[in-house]
T-cell receptor
Framework: EPEVTQTPSHQVTQMGQEVILRCVPI?????FYWYRQILGQKVEFLVS????????KSEIFDDQFSVERPDGSNFTLKIRSTKLEDSAMYFC?????????????FGNGTRLTVT | GQSLEQPSEVTAVEGAIVQINCTYQ??????LSWYQQHDGGAPTFLSY????GLEETGRFSSFLSRSDSYGYLLLQELQMKDSASYFC?????????FGKGTRLHILP
């Protein structure tokens, strides 16, 4: 069964550094998402992406965050200058279509630790 | 804005039935989804309700009442592997917003 893949599984970085989290969504999916989950807490929406542009973003997704689909397969999340509070599990997800019953398929996540 | 409320923890016995409730307040509501997340894992899709009523998928069922802004997930014949967190989520436009999750503990 096709799956969403994320790399790396764990990223450690120093405060103020830039990080890029990488995702390869399922190949025939058209809608892409980033969510984050602070340990033991809920899964929080960051951003949705369709047709090579952001379709919606949350208040968490400030100017320090950006997303890109640089080619036909990868979908990246960049944090320009990391803060301690950015430490979390970051999940990439994709959906086949924009119909509201189309489920999200999540990757296994990248655990980001900012020191 | 939007809010989803679900119990933080529920405990049940192996073989029993458990119901996890979810109430929501949101604009632009299209439906209610349920996701399961095991410790250290990714959320996985369980069910989706767009219309009022009960949807059954094997041991799991999900219910929605749009007029009451309420839904629940029903798990039957509980197995130890069902120990996980369960998130209700509202489908809005092209994004899905998750509740805080209910941690299900299963006793042998």
């Amino acid at each position: 069964e096709p799956e969403v893949t994320q790399t790396p599984s764990h990223q450690v970085t120093q405060m103020g550094q830039e990080v890029i989290l990488r995702c390869v969504p399922i190949s025939n999916h058209l809608y892409f998402y980033w969510y984050r989950q602070i340990l033991g807490q809920k899964v929080e929406f960051l951003v949705s992406f369709y047709n090579n542009e952001i379709s919606e973003k949350s208040e968490i997704f400030d100017d320090q965050f950006s997303v890109e689909r640089p080619d036909g397969s990868n979908f990246t999340l960049k944090i320009r200058s990391t803060k301690l509070e950015d430490s979390a599990m970051y999940f990439c997800a994709s959906r086949q279509s924009g119909t509201v019953n189309s489920p999200l398929h999540f990757g296994n996540g990248t655990r980001l630790t900012v020191t | 804005g939007q809010s989803l409320e679900q119990p933080s923890e529920v405990t049940a016995v192996e073989g029993a039935i458990v119901q996890i409730n979810c109430t929501y307040q949101t604009s632009g509501f299209y439906g209610l989804s349920w996701y399961q997340q095991h410790d250290g894992g990714a959320p996985t899709f369980l069910s989706y309700n767009a219309l009022d009523g009960l949807e059954e998928t094997g041991r799991f069922s999900s219910f929605l009442s749009r007029s009451d802004s309420y839904g629940y997930l029903l798990l039957q014949e509980l197995q130890m592997k069902d120990s996980a967190s369960y998130f209700c989520a509202v489908n809005r436009d092209d994004k899905i917003i998750f509740g805080k999750g209910t941690r299900l503990h299963i006793l042998p």
